[in-house]
């Protein structure tokens, strides 16, 4: 394992904590200023650091505390400052009153450059696999 392989799994893991944590400035500190970002709800392309903020803060507010947020089936594809990794996210916790309860599965993809010594995440997709249930 390279030094930047080791530096790029260890934002993965503290991008995993910061969510598991609902600590919001320390989640944004992972993402680059020109960051877009999909996920699966409304309007679905968040872009810059603002609009990505408010939509965390969105899913944050659904759970009465922490996430739980297990990472499955992690692939990583590094050539020089960019990185790309795909994985699977199991996503639980205490939901908000209104809210449904249980696990959910979320496809996840991050991609990120390192520039000035620094992992940065520029893109990062969310998908929601329809039907699917437990991978393994």
């Known amino acids: ?40 709800v409304p309007p679905l392309q968040f872009v810059g650091p603002d609009e990505v903020r408010r939509n965390f803060q969105r899913w944050f507010d659904e759970y009465e505390g922490p996430i739980g947020l297990e990472t ?25 009153e209104g809210i449904p309860q249980g696990e959910v599965w979320v496809r996840s993809t991050v991609c990120c450059q390192r520039s000035s010594d620094r992992w940065l995440i520029t893109h990062e997709h969310i998908s929601l696999p329809l039907g699917w249930s437990d991978p393994a």
Do not use: Q, W
Not at 25 to 31: E, G, I, P, T
């Open 1 to 40: 394992m390279t030094s930047n392989d080791s530096e790029f799994r260890a934002l993965l893991d503290r991008r995993v904590d910061a969510c598991k944590a609902k600590d919001i400035d320390r989640l944004m500190a992972l993402y680059s200023p020109g960051i877009v970002y999909y996920d699966v």
């Open 72 to 96: 499955h089936e992690l692939n990583i594809m590094m050539s020089g400052d960019v990185a790309v990794a795909h994985m699977l996210h199991l996503d639980s916790g205490t939901r908000k």
